[in-house]
């Protein structure tokens, strides 16, 4: 399928999808947003790939957040249809059972930021900025924004939210948003390593722990633990587990084949 506002590509067992309106900075439509839900359901369905990576083809942003003559209009009652959009795509990216990597560099702003923070790796460069400047447009952070006080402490959330300003790179990593912060120029060689070492691992037990995750971030305490051990169990049934346990017992690399 060909794609207006998205490219997509696969290498190996990698699987990369390039947001691709650099004209405007990457802000995000109702267009992207379907393109990015199609393209997730390709990812899920492709035993081959282990890893996807969202990166940019702008230079400027990873995206600077909404497309703003797609909502500046939206009726308080008939709009609804577009946070329900936002929440549907970037929840794709959620519950997909394969890793995501952000790879971020300029502005990741607003929407940009939830799309971001939907991923489970995020990396940026030393000259990216983040924020949520729905405040100075006159409306909050909604949707995916939710996701932050499990990143961060509620008091830098509201620090973000009630401001809108921009956070640099390093502050955005101190206050537990990111995972690594590179030189302008290392990006692509830092996601390359995350790539290696995540599609090293068996698919099947990254996907079952991707799941346990968002149980884990979704319920009651006993309720994630009791579902963590009724899942853990189905990975036990896999040839993957066995080969682990055997490769570990007889001290060498394991062979994951997926299965």
């Known amino acids: 399928m060909g794609y207006q506002t998205i490219r997509f590509r696969k290498e190996g067992a990698r699987a990369t999808i390039t947001l691709n309106r650099p004209k405007v900075l990457n802000a995000i439509n109702d267009v992207m947003l379907r393109e990015l839900i199609d393209v997730c359901k390709q990812i899920a369905e492709d035993r081959d790939i282990h890893v996807a990576v969202i990166d940019s083809e702008c230079g400027r942003a990873f995206s600077?957040?909404?497309?703003?003559?797609?909502?500046?209009?939206?009726?308080?009652?008939?709009?609804?249809?577009?946070?329900?959009?936002?929440?549907?795509?970037?929840?794709?990216?959620?519950?997909?059972?394969?890793?995501f990597i952000a790879a971020i560099d300029g502005l990741c702003l607003g929407a940009g930021l939830e799309l971001a923070i939907s991923c489970d790796i995020l990396i940026a460069t030393e000259r990216s900025q983040f924020g949520l400047p729905n405040v100075h447009r006159g409306i909050p952070a909604i949707v995916e924004a939710a996701l932050l006080p499990h990143a961060?402490?509620?008091?830098?959330?509201?620090?973000?939210?009630?401001?809108g300003e921009f956070w640099d790179a390093h502050k955005a990593e101190r206050r537990g948003l990111l995972n690594a912060v590179v030189a302008n120029d290392a990006l692509q060689n830092e996601v390359n390593l995350?790539?290696?070492?995540?599609?090293?691992?068996?698919?099947?037990?990254?996907?079952?722990q991707k799941d346990i995750i968002n149980k884990w971030m979704m319920t009651d305490l006993e309720t994630a633990?009791?579902?963590?051990?009724?899942?853990?169990?189905?990975?036990?049934?896999?040839?993957?587990?066995?080969?682990?346990?055997?490769?570990?017992m007889e001290k060498r690399e394991a062979k994951f084949t997926g299965q």
Do not use: N
């Open 225 to 248: 633990i009791d579902y963590s051990i009724q899942t853990v169990l189905l990975t036990y049934s896999t040839r993957d587990q066995k080969e682990g346990m055997q490769s570990f």
């Open 194 to 208: 995350w790539v290696e070492k995540l599609a090293s691992k068996p698919p099947l037990a990254l996907a079952t």
């Open 152 to 163: 961060m402490s509620i008091f830098h959330v509201k620090e973000m939210a009630y401001t």
């Open 64 to 99: 600077a957040g909404i497309d703003v003559g797609f909502v500046k209009d939206m009726h308080p009652w008939l709009g609804r249809w577009v946070p329900k959009l936002l929440h549907e795509c970037f929840g794709t990216v959620r519950f997909t059972e394969k890793p």
